[in-house]
């Protein structure tokens, strides 16, 4: 049995948070493990309120699925809380976990923020030096280099920098740019590997960075490398929502 564990918030619509983690990493042969950072309300359009879990109930659920099972991967998404930053922070520090994927979620496309603007500095500086790779969109890379990004070869450029400066590796999705195809960038601070895929018109897009998080950090479990992990988890999410189109 391969274990997944998955520390986000939960979306009572089941279409994004720990409920679509666990559905995608069953669907990849995963047992889902959980540690709920957050209550949300919202539905398919907006996010209307968020309740974040006390520090001290997060990190039990974290400590008690590292010391009952053996992790293969582990996905970090919407966080809720600046204290919850800093407990899972003491968390990656304390353990060796494998093949870490940091979902940069700060807020949805519609309602309200899971973290404050003020937190993603403490949020860059705990968090990035400590995991494999994070998948920010346009909006999330432009919070966390504090640069407006416009275009595609900005966020490159933006993403570089980031990379440099916390020794991270950065998937930088492509869907929020302009363009007849999405273009995407796996990024370190050596090199930028680009890639290209159809942009597809969604009637339901709910959930698709979530998806596409688990799937990558699925893949990193399977053994995959990080380029190979990213092209499919890119194919995963475009596969799943085709139905919705």
Known sequence: MKYYLTIAASDNSGGAGIQQDLKVAESMGYWGLSAITGITIQNFMKLD??????????????????????????KIGAICSEENIQVISSILQKY??????????FSPTHGKAFINHGSIKIFKRELLPHVNIITPNKDELSLLTEIEILNFDQ????????????NCTIYMKGGHYEGNTINEALINKNKVVNFEKERLTLKYSH?????????LTCYLGNGL???????????????????YS
């Open 155 to 166: 966020g490159i450029e933006a993403a570089l920098k980031l990379a440099k400066q916390y």
């Open 207 to 215: 959930g698709t960075g979530c998806t596409f998080s688990t799937a």
């Open 49 to 74: 309120s968020i309740y974040p879990i006390p520090a001290n109930i997060l990190s039990q659920q974290i400590e008690m699925n590292i010391n009952s099972f053996n992790i293969n991967a582990c």
């Open 225 to 243: 490398s990080l380029k190979e992990a990213c092209v499919k988890a890119s194919e995963y999410v475009s596969n799943m929502y085709k139905k």
């Open 96 to 105: 060796e976990l494998k093949n870490i994927v940091l979902d940069t979620v």
